[in-house]
């Protein structure tokens, strides 16, 4: 394979999307809370800092600690990342109907209403689902994909590590990220 050339992965992954067919409406479903409370947007670390470069804006008023947390018999609590914060139901960077990130928006913006799991692609609800995509706007949509899971993957390793470290004795919240942990 040369360079610049997609793998065999993306091409599957790319002919499957275009089966599928899909072509954003801008309809900023995904950004909203629509349906139910779906709309999370779970960030890491290192897209945390990207789109802080970008607006200038610290973590905490770009994320909240992800709203699930497990309870351990010592007190403390224990959540695993951070999605972003939400005003209203709505996404903070969604304004007048677009995304005002959108060069910097996270993995999961970028390749929604798909998702890999391990090779297989998984289908989230939206409404341009069934939409006319091209061959070489689904190719880059499934180098995303593949990028995303390969982030993901590395996320997952690290954040491993951290739990398997000693935590900080400390009541109250931990949050458990690749870059450690944060105590709130
Ligand atoms: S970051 Fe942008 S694309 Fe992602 S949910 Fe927010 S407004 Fe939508």
Redesign the pocket.
Known sequence: MSEGEPSGLVERIAERIRGIGFSCTLC?D??RGFPDDN?L?MVSPSEIRCLSETCLLARDEIAEPYPESIALADGTNLTLGWA?RRVQGE????RNG?????ES??W??RTYPFMLDGETLLVFPCRGLGGSIGRKEALSLAGDLVSRKVAEDEEEEKIRKVLISPLPKVKGRLIIDSDGVTVL
């Open positions: 900023g995904c950004c709309n947007v972003i996404c903070r960077f969604f677009s995304c005002i990130v959108y928006r996270p999961i913006c």
